[in-house]
């Protein structure tokens, strides 16, 4: 009977070992989502759609980003937040506000707050690493996720400077794009989580068109971020990423 058991059981890590076998490497994966993504620079053009208690309001944005370590940001409209500017080098982030022009450094616990009121928070627009070398991958299910056929991968952070230790990230398999992403603390606990609403085709390339953050620790239906123009691979004076921008 012991025999019968112990044969058993190695069939089961036998079938399991095949199952697992039949999944494609989660690395090479998530360096397929970076490498789409990836740009010598861009220029965007976007509006955020934030819920509120009493309803939504919009704010239009012009972005220019050089790689994923420097941009730039000029809010358009509404008028109160017209002309306030975001500069981020590297691993430095400030803002300037014309009503007070005053010039700020977003650092330390003001990376977690809201920009602008929405789902977002400063910390993760400053993220800067590709996700294939901040995290490492594994995928986990191979499923649907409405007509899409998707790749579901668990991301574990590889050190401790990264905004989330842990991800959840589904994968179009066709079009390797990030469809649906959670976001955790270290102790597990869901903190942020994106759907994407939108695609459309920019330059041989798939390109997110509207995708909706949610805040799970905040209340209401989330920030839908909407591109409405973008271009890939355009010249950018250097002058646009400088501190003295800011004010211009």
Do not use: C
């Amino acid at each position: 009977m012991m025999r019968k058991s112990v044969i058993f059981l190695a069939l089961l890590g036998w079938a399991a070992g095949l199952l697992a076998g039949d999944f494609p490497d989660g690395q090479e994966i998530l360096r397929k989502v970076d490498e789409n993504i990836r740009a010598r620079n861009r220029v965007v053009t976007a509006k955020m759609v934030i819920g509120g208690r009493r309803g939504n309001r919009t704010i239009v944005s012009k972005t220019w980003a050089e790689g994923d370590k420097r941009s730039f940001t000029e809010y358009l409209s509404p008028a109160r937040e017209k002309g306030t500017k975001m500069l981020k080098l590297e691993d430095e982030l400030w803002t300037y506000t014309p009503a007070t022009d005053r010039t700020i450094r977003i650092s330390g616990h003001m990376l977690r707050q809201s920009v602008m009121g929405s789902d977002l928070s400063y910390e993760d627009m400053m993220e800067a690493d590709l996700l294939s070398d901040a995290y490492q991958a594994e995928v986990i299910a191979d499923t649907t996720l409405g007509e899409r056929p998707v790749w579901v991968l668990e991301l574990t952070a590889r050190g401790k400077d990264v905004s989330y230790a842990r991800r959840r990230v589904w994968v179009d398999r066709e079009r390797y794009l990030a469809l649906r992403e959670e976001r955790f603390a270290s102790g597990g606990k869901l903190l942020k989580r994106t759907e994407v609403e939108g695609v459309m085709r920019v330059d041989e390339r798939w390109v997110v068109s509207q995708v909706r953050f949610k805040d799970m620790l905040k209340s209401g239906e989330g920030t839908l971020f909407i591109i409405e123009e973008v271009a890939f691979d355009v010249d950018i004076p250097a002058s646009r990423f400088s501190k003295a921008a800011l004010k211009r």
